[in-house]
């Protein structure tokens, strides 16, 4: 019976694994320093949108109705008591 011969497999080295380590490393790192950036960017897009909820429920009652206080959710949503309010605005004519 003839044996077949075996071809060694090299494998990774030290230096090659650590140098893996260390870019993997280096990107991890980069990634975690842009995330309170990006969380902040979502958190002042969310007070925006709430703002232009608030603004456009403001303009459409100052058309229609008179002055009064109107309650506001931190999304921007009316509220329809005090209770719960994040923003409210008044206004005088």
């Known amino acids: 019976m003839r044996q077949i011969p075996r071809i060694a497999s090299p494998g990774f080295s030290l230096v090659e694994v650590t140098l893996a380590l260390g870019i993997v490393t280096f990107g991890l790192i980069a990634v975690m320093g842009?995330?309170?950036?990006g969380?902040?960017?979502a958190r002042q897009s969310a007070d925006e949108a709430a703002?232009?909820?608030?603004?456009?429920?403001?303009?459409?009652?100052?058309e229609s109705a008179g002055p009064g206080p109107i309650y506001f959710n931190a999304d921007g949503m009316e509220l329809s008591a005090a209770a719960g309010a994040t923003y409210v605005a008044t206004w005088e004519i």
């Open 34 to 37: 842009l995330l309170p950036t």
């Open 39 to 41: 969380l902040n960017l």
């Open 51 to 62: 703002a232009v909820n608030i603004l456009t429920d403001i303009s459409s009652r100052l």
